[in-house]
Structure formats: structure tokens, C-alpha cells
T-cell receptor, first 112, second 112 residues
């Protein structure tokens, strides 16, 4: 099955700095890569996703890049704010397969 | 309000006492799934369902059962819980595996 690895496990940045979280996947057939944000005591919430026919996608301060050849994708958060502090998960799945694989999570701490 | 609900939110039980965690969604989603979240392991898929009466195993199905008799409900059943099933459980729903998943608030289960 698919194996998704996520790094780093913890990340501390100063408010206003950028944060980058990286994930690799093993199954070259995977074609959907979402990122979820989990705040304390809540369920994960989708913040951005990308499909394999696209190399980059942006939504305001958040961007995701995908390198299919290297089988890795990254989450970029610019101008970080304290409310960005949370645990972030990457995931991978593929059409017609129905299973969903998550990375182990990154705890992001944005210091005011 | 579009949402996924889970009950109970917290449960402490003893080894071997059968329990059911309910999950309901009001978005008419065909795909529903159960995950468990453990420190350092991210979210791991237990079971998923593509539609009514259609269920299949995820990566960690041992010790769990599910049923999908109605589109909106997807209960998770632990016939004989054991301490290694102590975890945080999330139900999710979406249009499909390679599409946005909406997560419930989670159920924290402790098996003594």
C-alpha cells in the first residue's frame, strides 16, 4: 500500500516568517494530495489540496507544490500568524482506490 | 449547517464490553470513513464505505466492525474492546476518497 512520510514533526517559527512542511509518498499512482489543519480538540479540516495534473496551487498565504517525479509535495505558509499554530497533516489517495493515507503530522508553533 | 456528528465524544469502558460509536452526516455524501489517531502515527484508516451496504477494510480493521444501512449513518462497532484500541477516533464523509473529506469532532475512547 501507500506510505506517506511527513517532516518535520515539529516546527517553530516567528510570526511573519514562512513555514514549509514536506511529505513524500511511495505509490506513483497516487493523484490526490490534500493538506489538513487540526486545531486542538477538533477534527482535521481541509486547507488546500492538489491533484497530479497540477504542479502548484495557491490560496492566499498558503501554497502547495507537487513534484511527481520525486514523489514529494510540500505545504508553504507565508507571513505566519499565531492562529496558524496547529497540527498539519498531509495525505494521499488515488482515484478508484478509495483508501486514504495520512502522514504522521507536523505541529506548527508560531511565536508572537 | 453541513456537518458530521459523532457520539459519544468521550467514552471510558472496560475490556470486552461491546460498544458502538455513532457517526452521522447531513451532506448526502456517498463516501464515509473511520480513522483512529495515535501520537506519532497520524490518522490511520479503519474502514470505509462507498455507499449503502458497501463497506471495505482500511489499513487497521482488526477488532472493528462497521455497517452502512442508511446513507447518512456509519456506526463503528467494537465487539470486544481491548486496551490497544484506546485512541482518538474520527469519522469523515465526502463525495469520494479522492475528494474533500469532512471530519467529525472526534471520539476519545479509553479501554481499561
Amino acid at each position: 500500500g501507500e506510505n506517506v512520510e511527513q517532516h518535520p514533526s515539529t516546527l517553530s517559527v516567528q510570526e511573519g516568517d514562512s513555514a514549509v512542511i514536506k511529505c513524500t509518498y511511495s505509490d506513483s499512482a497516487s493523484n490526490y494530495f490534500p493538506w489538513y489543519k487540526q486545531e486542538l480538540g477538533k477534527g482535521p479540516q481541509l486547507i488546500i489540496d492538489i491533484r497530479s495534473n497540477v504542479g502548484e496551487k495557491k490560496d492566499q498565504r498558503i501554497a502547495v507544490t507537487l513534484n511527481k517525479t520525486a514523489k514529494h509535495f510540500s505545504l508553504h505558509i507565508t507571513e505566519t500568524q499565531p492562529e496558524d499554530s496547529a497540527v498539519y497533516f498531509c495525505a494521499a489517495s488515488k482515484d478508484n482506490f478509495n483508501k486514504f493515507y495520512f502522514g504522521s503530522g507536523t505541529k506548527l508553533n508560531v511565536k508572537p | 449547517e453541513a456537518q458530521v456528528t459523532q457520539n459519544p465524544r468521550y467514552l471510558i469502558t472496560v475490556t470486552g464490553k461491546k460498544l458502538t460509536v455513532t457517526c452521522s452526516q447531513n451532506m448526502n455524501h456517498e463516501y464515509m470513513s473511520w480513522y483512529r489517531q495515535d501520537p506519532g502515527l497520524g490518522l490511520r484508516q479503519i474502514y470505509y464505505s462507498m455507499n449503502v451496504e458497501v463497506t471495505d477494510k482500511g489499513d487497521v480493521p482488526e477488532g472493528y466492525k462497521v455497517s452502512r444501512k442508511e446513507k447518512r449513518n456509519f456506526p463503528l462497532i467494537l465487539e470486544s474492546p481491548s486496551p490497544n484500541q484506546t485512541s482518538l477516533y474520527f469519522c469523515a464523509s465526502g463525495q469520494g476518497a479522492s475528494d474533500t473529506q469532512y471530519f467529525g469532532p472526534g471520539t476519545r475512547l479509553t479501554v481499561l
